[in-house]
């Protein structure tokens, strides 16, 4: 799902920054396509070599051969696919380092990933912070976090 500009930001922001951001949003937005259009061609024929193992399986006692060289291609496939999905991790910043106020941010919460905006600035350092996720509920903590 395309990320919507946050139009506050954009009225504030100079001409340059705001081609930088639409830029930026463009890219990952196309970066973001291009891996989900890979990932569904792996899934499906991930797919395919599953239904392809189970006949196979099935005709296990005239035809032990296919069965394993279908198993090593499953194991093949499941090999890309960890590849493909670490080579798109991203890095997070780690907690104790302080996001900007006012700022669209991904929260990493518990293993979840969550839109959000630091609320106010602290007095000091050590501080707990406060967050507006998306749904407009609050939280307080620290969290690793990054630019979404």
């Known amino acids: 799902m395309p990320q919507a500009l946050d139009y506050r ?3 504030l922001a100079s001409f340059e920054e705001r081609t930088a951001l639409e830029t930026k949003l463009l890219d990952a937005e196309a970066r973001t ?3 989900r259009q890979y990932a569904d061609e792996l899934f499906n024929e991930l797919d395919l070599v599953r239904k392809r ?3 196979a399986q099935r005709l296990a006692d005239k035809r032990g051969e296919t069965v ?6 499953l194991r093949g496939l499941t090999e890309r696919m960890k590849r493909l999905l670490a080579r798109e991790e991203t890095h997070f910043n780690p907690a104790d380092v302080l996001p900007p106020v006012d700022c669209p941010l991904l929260l990493n919460i518990d ?4 839109r959000a905006e630091r609320v106010r600035y602290i007095q000091s350092r050590g501080d707990i912070m406060e967050y507006r996720l998306d749904d407009g509920q609050v939280v307080m903590g620290r969290f690793p976090w990054t630019y979404p």
């Open 33 to 35: 396509a291009a891996v």
């Open 53 to 55: 193992l189970a006949a």
């Open 9 to 11: 930001e954009m009225y």
């Open 111 to 114: 293993g979840t990933l969550r």
């Open 68 to 73: 394993r060289t279908l198993a090593a291609d």
